[in-house]
């Protein structure tokens, strides 16, 4: 299916799911002041809604919404939270039918696995779409972590600025940064932790902030591992860059004209040259093949191994889920037709649909509840 | 990064003005008064380079003023994070140090600038590496990326690195003299 992705975006898409992993799962798009509990817990969507991009490139975000059964607000709210974060890149604009066909065909070039008939939806006309995409090179330059903004604290009140307060903190009669409310000298944050260190205070004390630094320490180190080693292997690798949204619709339009194949993709044009001598991960196009009889009991496996951290889904499993989640709208009778190769699935109260079609499906819907509950399980 | 933009504003113009040269006072004023500020919405209005259009004017009650409302068409600046500036220092500290490029202030921690490089005190503060080649001071010019910006609704005040590639110095006053 998406199997004919240039490789050198997969170190790229499994960099993005350990980070996902790493940074966001524990992320909640409601006010803080709202439960964490039940139904309102959302922890979890911003893993899914990510790992759902990395098998796509520019998607409009009803329909992203739909393959992953999330409400178009919720997915909204989660997607504003990355673009501030600046890991995804979002496009907004009035649609006209014409719009909707060159997205859709852009899509199809791309075998993103979506429906590509949206063109004859009289709905999508004129209405404001807005579509969204991840910025790869934007999450790997936050990873690489150079670009923190530092912190700074005062001794005496513990009150806290960053480096964006520094206009404020310069003072005319030293080198210091100072205090707006004693006049303190400031501490850099890292440099407060070691002052910490050597500072007074009882034995005993500073044994166990020493253990629980340690502890922290290594901790960290164990967690991001997986992720550190991941940025390796993509540091000489060129960043996969699908452009705007028109740039992505004309190249990837024009590149399936050219030659059936995604000369679209400016990361796979490069791929020839300009590695350094750096092993290329991955090598061998990664050929995927599903058959459904083997789907629940792959899900089994999943659940029983719900909890072992930093555990990434074989991209296929989340795939076949997508498929399934198509939402069942009025239109989805006139669609499937129109994209009846593809995937879309019909409405289950649809009386044509053949049993053969019903099973499948509710493997799929099974599938899907347990990814979602391996998925909530392994957040608690 | 720059940007040319339509605004509009609406304007107060004293009687005395009103005769045949209302339209220019109107423009004189708008200059005077917008140029050099900054919103941020849009960021700093550098140049106007056009009017587009001036409505109606109104009488505002018991004044005698009038108030026009005015489209005008400008360039303004607006830095983004990722975006790569070249500025000039204008205060070196133990802290890092802080640069202008054009109305944008930008600070460089001390954290984000290259490890070689040392802070020297004295009335001519610097950064200087180890070998004394490269050297930061007061009025280097230096390329730097931005990574954060702080926008307040009349204020953008930006930091930077210069902890990346071919990012740092690009031309040193000291060198010449
Ligand atoms: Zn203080």
Same mark, same amino acid.
């Given at each position: ?51 759902a ?23 909204? %709210? ?8 600046? *890991? ?8 006209? #039918? ?37 910025d ?10 150079k ?5 700074y ?35 850099a ?21 020493? @253990? ?10 164990? !967690? ?5 080693? !991941? ?8 960043v ?5 949204? !028109?740039?992505? @619709? ?7 004209? #050219? ?34 009889? $083997? ?5 089994e ?9 930093m ?12 498929? *399934? ?5 009025g ?22 649909i ?18 979602y ?8 | ?18 005769? %045949? ?13 917008? @140029? ?11 140049a106007?380079?056009?009017? @587009? ?5 109104l ?52 954290? *984000? ?34 990574? $954060? ?29």
């Amino acid at each position: 299916m998406g199997s004919h992705e240039a490789l050198s975006v997969d170190p790229f898409k499994r960099l993005v799911k350990l980070a996902a992993r790493a940074f966001y799962d524990d992320i909640t798009t409601k006010g803080d002041k709202q439960p964490k509990t039940g139904r309102s817990d959302n922890r979890g969507i911003a893993v899914v809604v990510l790992d759902a991009l990395t098998r796509r490139q520019w998607v409009r975000e009803e329909d992203l919404a739909k393959d992953l059964k999330l409400h178009s607000k919720q997915l909204r %709210r989660t997607l504003r939270f990355f673009e501030e974060e600046k *890991l995804v890149t979002r496009d907004h604009r009035k649609e006209t #039918a014409k719009g909707a066909k060159i997205y859709s065909a852009a899509v199809a070039a791309t075998g993103d696995g979506q429906p590509g008939g949206r063109e004859g939806d009289e709905k999508l006309k004129m209405h404001t779409h807005s579509y969204c995409c991840l910025d790869y090179a934007q999450l790997k330059d936050e990873l690489e972590s150079k670009n923190t903004v530092q912190e700074y604290i005062c001794p005496n009140c513990s009150k806290r600025y960053t480096a964006l307060d520094a206009l404020r903190l310069i003072s005319p009669h030293d080198e210091y940064f100072h205090c707006e409310s004693c006049d303190g000298v400031l501490v850099a944050e890292a440099d407060k932790l070691a002052a910490q260190e050597l500072g007074d205070g009882d034995d005993n004390a500073r044994r166990r902030r020493h @253990e629980k630094l340690k502890d922290m320490l290594q901790n960290m180190e164990e !967690q991001l591992k997986p992720l550190m080693d !991941q940025l390796g292997r993509v540091k000489d690798l060129t960043v996969p860059e699908f452009g705007s949204l !028109q740039a992505w @619709e004309l190249q990837n339009a024009a590149g399936r004209a #050219a030659n059936g194949d995604h000369g679209n993709d400016p990361s796979k044009s490069s791929q020839g040259f300009g590695f350094g001598g750096t092993p290329m991960p991955y090598v061998g196009e990664t050929k995927v093949e599903v058959d459904f009889s $083997g789907i629940d009991g792959k899900g089994e496996i999943k659940s029983e191994n719900g909890n072992a951290p930093m555990k990434v889904l074989p991209p296929w499993m989340i795939r076949q889920g997508m498929k *399934l989640t198509e939402e069942q709208r009025g239109e989805t009778k006139q669609e499937a037709k129109m994209a009846g190769s593809l995937t879309a699935v019909e409405s289950s109260d649809d009386k044509k649909i053949t049993d053969e079609k019903d099973d499948v499906k509710n493997i799929q819907d099974e599938y899907v509840k347990a990814y979602y509950a391996a998925l909530l399980k392994r957040q608690r | 990064m720059f940007f040319h933009i339509v605004l509009e504003r609406n304007m107060q113009l004293h009687p005395r003005h009103f005769g %045949r040269d209302l339209r220019d006072k109107l423009v004189t004023k708008l200059m005077k008064d917008v @140029e050099g500020t900054c919103s941020g919405r849009h960021g700093f209005i550098v140049a106007i380079t056009g009017i @587009e259009s001036v409505g109606k004017g109104l009488i505002r009650d018991g004044t005698g003023f009038v108030t026009f409302p005015v489209k005008y068409q400008c360039v303004v600046f607006r830095p983004f994070k990722g975006e790569i500036l070249e500025a000039v220092v204008t205060m070196v500290n133990k802290m890092g140090f802080f640069a202008e490029a054009g109305p944008v202030q930008i600070f460089v921690s001390n954290h *984000l600038i290259p490890d070689d490089m040392e802070f020297q005190s004295g009335d001519m503060a610097n950064y200087t590496t180890s070998d004394g080649s490269v050297k930061i001071q007061k009025d280097s010019e230096v390329r730097l990326k931005i990574i $954060g910006t702080r926008v307040d609704a009349t204020e953008i005040f930006c930091i930077g690195t210069i902890k990346d590639d071919f990012l740092g110095v690009i031309s040193d006053p000291g060198a010449a003299s």
